[in-house]
């Protein structure tokens, strides 16, 4: 049983070109993030949302839109990418966010976009 | 900025105890320490998180200094499979949510 899954798990494109991420949580959660790992592997916060309402967006180019249709889903669509955008794009889930200090994240496997 | 510091690499021999350390000198009182894990081309593996007591759990042991400015996760018999990034995180508090920074990590070695 996967909790966070998100597909596609590879994603190779070119400059210029608009793609989407999925993401689903069979948990019962409330928050959902999008995390992003660049090649140094850090792991840095680029959105969130709760009960599908965005609650953090970091400073991201506006070329990143996030979609939650449904409290268990949050998608991630990048428009007109860029070799810069060539990252591990991770989906997580919490029980809780402002309240959450006791709340762990739970990661999907990852998205790896590499654009050429 | 991660409010968290640690070391960037350790080893420990298959079997053996590994105690990765961690200081958070800067942690307000109502803030937990969470450990998560991540092994290599995989997403970050939530381990175990704790406040003032010590901890345990069927993957570790946390223990929390008194002041709560450090902590250990203890992985009591490391197999090659706890080979990973360990991360250490205080999850911080900003105006009206709250983010959990990652930082570095240590980078855990476990050698047969």
């Known amino acids: 049983d996967t909790a966070v899954s998100q597909t596609p798990k590879y994603l190779v494109t070119q400059m210029g070109n608009d793609k989407s991420i999925k993401c689903e949580q069979n948990?019962?959660?409330?928050?959902m993030y999008w995390y992003k790992q660049d090649s140094k592997k850090f792991l840095k916060i680029m959105f969130s949302y709760n009960n599908k309402e965005l609650i953090i967006n970091e400073t991201v180019p506006n070329r990143f839109s996030p979609k939650s249709p449904d409290k268990a889903h949050l998608n991630l669509h990048i428009n007109s990418l860029e070799l810069g955008d060539s990252a591990v794009y991770f989906c997580?889930?919490?029980?809780?966010?402002?309240?959450?200090?006791?709340?762990?994240?739970?990661f999907g496997n990852g998205t790896r976009l590499t654009v050429t | 900025d991660a409010k968290t510091t640690q070391p960037t690499s350790m080893d420990c021999a298959e079997g053996r105890a590994a105690n990765l350390p961690c200081n958070h000198s800067?942690?307000?009182?109502?803030?937990?320490v969470y450990w998560y894990r991540q092994i290599h081309s995989q997403g970050p593996q939530y381990i175990i998180h704790g406040l003032k007591n010590n901890e345990t759990n069927e993957m570790a042991s946390l223990i929390i200094t008194e002041d709560r400015k450090s902590s250990t996760l203890i992985l009591p018999h490391a197999t090659l499979r706890d080979t990973a990034v360990y991360y250490c995180i205080v999850r911080v508090e900003e105006t009206s949510y709250d983010k959990v920074i990652f930082g570095p990590g240590t980078s855990l070695s476990v050698i047969p």
């Open positions: 948990l019962g959660h409330d928050t």
């Open positions: 800067t942690i307000s009182g109502n803030e937990y």
């Open positions: 997580a889930s919490s029980q809780d966010w402002w309240q959450g200090n006791n709340s762990p994240l739970h």
